[in-house]
């Protein structure tokens, strides 16, 4: 039983580009979550997916976006990225009462 | 206020004592609660589960005081493998998590 798989795991863009991240839920998960986390810091809640749609939404602003698919696996896009977007990106699926990781992917905007 | 609070540390110990890591956090009305390992540039990994009864798996032990916001994990007999950055982490609605920003343990020979 695969876990929860990220792709890329490292990424290298320049300022004003846009990407895309993707991830396949642990199976049996409908739900997806993606965090981004700074050096340093906690993962810090972008948004999460359910039903193909967005349920719930941080702090971010809206060049954060994203999708899920028919087949619960879900796609993170981020467009005119900022120097400030490097991190680690880190996708969750989740049931009711646990939640488990990615491997993440880490982006670097130079 | 951030939504959940942890000592940074860093916690420098030897092998084989006890540590404990503490956490709080502000939203009463949080539905889970859990503690993740999460190594160097690595992704988080579920350690365990909190519940108010306590619970214990091996050399860990977690505790949860819901009237004080409160968390607690304790080490026994730290290994060196032990040497991580330890995340708190409340689930809220809808299966959002929150995490503290993470309490980093040495263990050192």
């Known amino acids: 039983d695969a876990g929860v798989t990220q792709s890329p795991t490292h990424l290298i863009k320049t300022r004003g580009q846009q990407v895309t991240l993707r991830c396949s839920p642990k199976s049996g998960h409908d739900t997806v979550s993606w965090y981004q986390q700074a050096l340093g810091q906690g993962p810090q809640f972008i948004f999460q997916?359910?039903?193909?749609?967005?349920?719930q939404r941080g702090n971010f602003p809206d060049r954060f976006s994203g999708h899920q698919f028919p087949n619960y696996s879900s796609e993170l896009n981020v467009n005119a990225l900022l120097l400030g977007d490097s991190a680690l990106y880190l996708c969750?699926?989740?049931?009711?009462?646990?939640?488990?990781f990615g491997q993440g992917t880490r982006l670097t905007v130079v | 206020r951030k939504e959940v609070e942890q000592d940074p540390g860093p916690f420098n110990v030897p092998e084989g004592a006890t540590v404990a890591f503490n956490c709080t956090y502000s939203?009463?009305?949080?539905?889970?609660f859990f503690w993740y390992r999460q190594d160097c540039r690595k992704e988080p990994k579920l350690l365990m589960s909190v519940y108010s009864s306590g619970n214990e798996d091996g050399r860990f032990t977690a505790q949860l005081n819901r009237a004080s916001q409160y968390i607690s994990l304790l080490i026994r007999d730290s290994k060196l493998s032990d040497s991580a950055t330890y995340l708190c982490v409340v689930m809220e609605y809808g299966n959002k998590l929150v995490f503290g920003a993470g309490t980093i343990l040495r263990v050192k020979s």
């Open positions: 969750a699926s989740s049931s009711q009462t646990e939640a488990f």
């Open positions: 939203n009463s009305a949080s539905q889970s």
């Open positions: 997916y359910y039903e193909e749609e967005e349920r």
